[in-house]
């Protein structure tokens, strides 16, 4: 890899379907293709349910911004792409192995696409770290597959239904603005931080609105219902973006250059339950954060123009399928956009505080001077 390339990283966004309790379930093995698997009768069934797998990582996770052992951030299972990976799609599989045990590449398994690249950046999206590719994976089987996480990973299914908006228990997550601009152990991060305050992401609390009560028998539970699970940042994005392409089930497309599947999101409507509604859906914008100071939130609404322009054409490309400018990586270029008008509104805020403290130096000097 070029030393003036980027890293890359890749994750599995693992889905399955589970049968209702006690369903007569086939002894063959599962389709070869999505359109034969959407016709199964244990796929249609009533009381079926659509999951998708989570993992906490307890220890060494740099997303754990809160270190609380009451609060969980949830992640998908992946990780860096290493010297002799064959792709992004190699790299999300072997990661998947090595982090839960959980080998995607058995017949249970099909890849049924890619999501848009994410670029994980630092400085407010000013200088960028890695380029982060989130593959999808579907269990085409009933059975339960045998995973095994080290003692510091837990795994949880999490039903889809159970993140539509209407379903869904916000809350949010803060996270310190000045550790983000300013190095470690400055003394600037305190001025940073009184100047202009701290972001909070959004988040969805997981285990606030299901319990396990109706669990596949055939797996241990591992929720801690002392700990909060939160799906927020980066997961929580590549969730929405997913549960956006949910209205519209999988059809064979033409193979883009690259892809490890013959398979893409694209428009094929199907009668199942497990469709979800795309009104349901939480906003695409949900992943960004707001400012502790209301004027900050207003300087960013100022310079936001270029911002609100990408969101709308990427929700109107969504709801038209994705059938338009497949080109574009909305949710990058969303984001960029998004943080520049965030740089452009803090440098003001900043300016404005600056003004405002020497002015306020003036006029009391000036009131020393004339009492004295």
């Known amino acids: 890899m070029n030393d003036n390339e980027p890293r890359r990283a890749a994750v599995a966004i693992i889905l399955r379907i589970l049968p209702p309790p006690d369903y007569p379930l086939p002894i063959s093995s599962g389709p070869s293709n999505l359109a ?50 064959e792709g992004g799609h190699y790299t999300a599989m072997r990661q998947t192995w090595e982090e839960i045990g959980l080998d995607l590449a058995e017949k249970d398994f099909i890849c ?11 400085s407010l999206g000013k200088r960028l770290l890695m380029i982060l590719s989130p593959f999808v994976f579907l ?27 209407q ?28 100047l202009v305050g701290s972001m909070q992401f959004s988040a969805i609390i997981l285990n606030a609105s299901w319990k396990r009560s109706d669990q596949n028998k055939n797996e241990k539970s591992q929720v801690d219902h002392n700990q909060v699970l939160k799906l927020w940042g980066l997961t929580l ?37 497990h469709a979800i509604n795309l009104a349901m859906t939480p906003s695409l914008t949900s992943v960004f954060p707001r400012f502790s100071y209301p004027d900050v939130n207003f300087w960013i609404w100022v310079f936001g123009k270029r911002y609100r322009e990408v969101v709308r054409g990427w929700e109107a490309s969504v709801q038209s399928g994705g059938s338009n400018d497949k080109r574009i990586n909305w949710a990058g ?13 803090l440098v003001v805020v900043i300016i404005l505080r600056a003004l405002g403290v020497l002015l306020a130096l003036g006029v009391g000097s000036w009131w020393l001077w004339g009492i004295s």
């Open 36 to 85: 034969d698997f959407f016709k199964l009768d244990w796929v249609n069934a009533k009381e079926s349910r659509a999951e998708i797998l989570f993992i906490h990582r307890r220890k060494g996770d740099i997303s754990e911004i809160n270190r609380s052992s009451k609060e969980a951030h949830v992640a998908f299972p992946g990780g860096r792409m290493e010297e002799g990976d």
């Open 112 to 122: 049924v696409g890619q999501l848009d690249d994410r670029e994980i950046t630092t």
């Open 139 to 165: 269990q085409v089987t009933p059975n339960s597959i045998s995973v095994d996480p080290p003692p510091e990973t837990t795994i949880h299914w999490i039903p889809l239904s159970k993140l539509v908006r």
């Open 167 to 194: 379903r869904s228990i916000w809350s949010y997550v803060t996270v310190d603005v000045a550790s983000r601009l300013t190095p470690k152990h400055s003394w600037v991060k305190i001025l940073v931080r009184i």
């Open 237 to 273: 994005g590549m969730t929405l973006d997913l549960l956006a392409c949910m209205p519209d089930s999988f059809s064979p497309s033409e193979k883009a250059p690259g892809s490890p599947t013959d398979y893409a999101f694209t428009p094929h409507p199907i009668d199942t339950e």
């Open 333 to 345: 270029t969303a984001l960029n956009t998004f943080y520049a008008a965030v740089r452009k509104a």
